[in-house]
């Protein structure tokens, strides 16, 4: 949920930048339905009951989705923001695969929202996480909405979000015009 607020501070920033909104039209990001494919993996896997349905399988198939996602930020590294949101992408997909398939998340950033319960769900308590500096250490203010536990790869990516939509919706730089000799100069000197 942390990346849903980058998308409105990519366009408020962008109007700071005196861009304009109708510019998105012209950002072409490649591979995007395998992103939303991703995405919705894990909407299904975290917001039904498919995720304890799966049981064991539940962790290889949300490294799967994550890869999804990976691989369409990678396919997009030219266009600018997308080289930060790929730096956290990769952040959370090591630190996923890092501790087999789970995020894991600080105690006390997970109870300060009054989180936990049945299910497998997109951050989880592990006794002794690997690389926990890459883990859910971070809890959102709970009078936030849909207030999570985020990680340092969540900010990069929802800087490099934010970034991409505001660095799109500014204008294109003017074209510069080929010098060319006036006529009758001497264009020899």
């Not at 039904?48 to 962790?59: E, I, K, M, R, V």
């Amino acid at each position: 949920m942390f990346i849903l607020y980058a998308i409105p501070i990519g366009i408020a920033l962008g109007y700071l930048l005196g861009g304009h909104i109708g510019r998105l039209a012209d950002l072409r990001l490649r591979w995007i339905p395998l992103a939303l494919v991703g995405l919705l993996m894990q909407v299904a896997l975290f917001n039904t009951s498919l995720g304890t349905a799966l049981g064991d399988a539940a962790p290889a198939i949300y490294v799967v989705s994550n890869l999804l996602v990976f691989a369409m930020v990678l396919r997009n590294l030219r266009v600018p923001g997308m080289a930060v949101a790929a730096v956290g992408a990769a952040s959370n997909l090591i630190a996923i695969v890092a501790n087999e398939g789970y995020m894991p998340a600080d105690p006390r950033a997970f109870a300060s929202l009054g989180l936990g319960g049945p299910g497998y769900t997109n951050s989880t308590i592990v006794t002794d996480p690997v690389l926990p500096f890459l883990t859910d250490i971070f809890a959102m203010p709970a009078w936030m909405p849909a207030a999570n536990v985020f990680s340092v790869g969540d900010v990069l990516l929802g800087v490099g979000v934010a970034l991409t939509i505001a660095l799109a919706m500014r204008a294109p730089a003017p074209a510069v015009a080929a010098s060319t000799p006036e006529l009758g100069s001497d264009a020899t000197t």
